[in-house]
């Protein structure tokens, strides 16, 4: 149990454009999700809470008219990285967890993307 | 401000080889994770530490919190090259939001 999908697993994209990466609760209901980024060789870095049916928690330093999120459903998350440039390729991780479990987050497969 | 460091960063071991990893974090924390990630790929949980002294096994690996000390480790026994790939730690206070250590990268050669 307790699966969370991402897609696309990668995307290369031109300079100016919008990419969109989707995290989905497969086997359970999501209120809450988090959003990651992760440089080359560095540790995992939190860019956002998402939360179903809110807006959602930037964390310092994230810039949330960039980074827009959209959580309108319990099982489902999406990330945009709007007018995109090289210095936002990254490998961008989402989590959840089921409420109420000692298990910790599980995460998504991540999303590799390349902008240039 | 929380924060987690581990050490070392880097770690190269001959199979066989015994080795532990340190998570130090700085504040009080509910619950330590261990995770493990290869090249390329997300995180694979390992292990979920929730009280002072807990301890988990799984396989060559095994996990120990100290809450007093605000420590925990990974230890590795008989290293094997399928364990090679990077380690992180990571806490959470009082919310659900993970604060992840540094990751140590380790290398087993054969």
């Known amino acids: 149990g307790a699966v969370v999908s991402q897609h696309p697993s990668w995307v290369i994209c031109k300079s100016g454009t919008s990419v969109k990466i989707e995290c989905r609760s497969l086997?359970?209901?999501?209120?809450?999700m988090f959003w990651y980024r992760q440089f080359p060789k560095q540790s995992l870095m939190l860019m956002a809470t998402s939360n179903e049916g809110s807006k959602a928690t930037y964390e310092q330093g994230v810039e949330k008219d960039k980074f827009l999120i959209n959580h309108a459903s319990l099982t489902l998350s999406t990330l945009t990285v709007t007018s995109a440039h090289p210095e936002d390729s990254s490998f961008y991780i989402c989590?959840?967890?089921?409420?109420?479990?000692?298990?910790?987050?599980?995460f998504g497969s991540g999303t590799r993307l390349t902008v240039v | 401000e929380l924060k987690v460091e581990q050490n070392p960063l880097f770690l190269s071991m001959q199979e066989g080889k015994n080795y532990t990893i340190y998570c130090n974090y700085s504040t009080t924390s509910d619950r330590l994770y261990w995770y493990r990630q290869d090249p390329g790929k997300s995180l694979e949980s390992l292990f979920v530490l929730l009280s002072n002294g807990a301890v988990k096994q799984e396989g060559r690996l095994m996990a120990s919190l100290d809450t007093k000390a605000r420590l925990s480790t990974l230890h590795i026994t008989a290293a094997v090259h399928d364990l090679s790939a990077t380690y992180f730690c990571a806490v959470t206070s009082g919310t659900y939001k993970y604060i992840f250590g540094t990751g140590t990268r380790l290398k087993v050669l054969a």
């Open positions: 989590s959840a967890s089921p409420s109420g479990t000692n298990y910790g987050y599980t």
């Open positions: 086997d359970f209901q999501a209120t809450t």
